[in-house]
């Protein structure tokens, strides 16, 4: 159980429209239950969005592909795919928040993460923003930058970056001293 000690200058701080990022990693997935519980602590509407990174799409893969009988370039089957797994991965979502009593909203958009997350964030009006961390690992990280990082800077909102799992198990949480949530302060 999370322990929220969550304040604003001028008062307590509360969140009607949280948005959990996921990507399907081992973070995200600690993610999207931190936002569940946040989401029913705060009796929160919930959208989970997944970015189908393009980055890939820059390297022009035009080698053919058949699938279905039907011919496309590697490039647009990997983006196929990607799709199909990440509407997979919201609905399973989906099912865990309303088995919780959440109702919630899935998107999906294709871009670059951090901007796609941060662009939604504000469009759609929300009051925090939820996200794992440590997907991207070796040069990728070094090359693209840390998503999580990222939306922690550029989002006009609060942001809570979940660490992953540790070998599974569970980080230990010290209630005086580190807790999942301890504090989120808006800026």
Known sequence: ?????????????TFKKILIATDGSQ????????AIEIAKKFGAQ??????VDLIFR???ITT??????????FDEYLEQVTIERSQELLMDLKEKAEKEGIQIETKVRKGNPWEEIVKEAKVGKYDLVVV????????SRVLLGSVSKNVLTHAHCPVFVVRPLLGGIKRPSHPESTPSIQQIVSH
Do not use: C, F, W
């Open 132 to 139: 794992g961390s440590n997907s991207r690992k070796g040069i």
């Open 46 to 51: 919930l959208t989970a969005l997944y970015v």
């Open 58 to 60: 820059s390297y022009k």
């Open 1 to 13: 159980m999370l322990h929220y000690n969550i304040l604003k200058k001028g008062g307590v701080l």
């Open 64 to 73: 053919p592909v058949i699938k279905d009988d039907k011919m496309q370039s």
């Open 27 to 34: 973070s995200a997935k600690e993610a999207e239950k931190q």
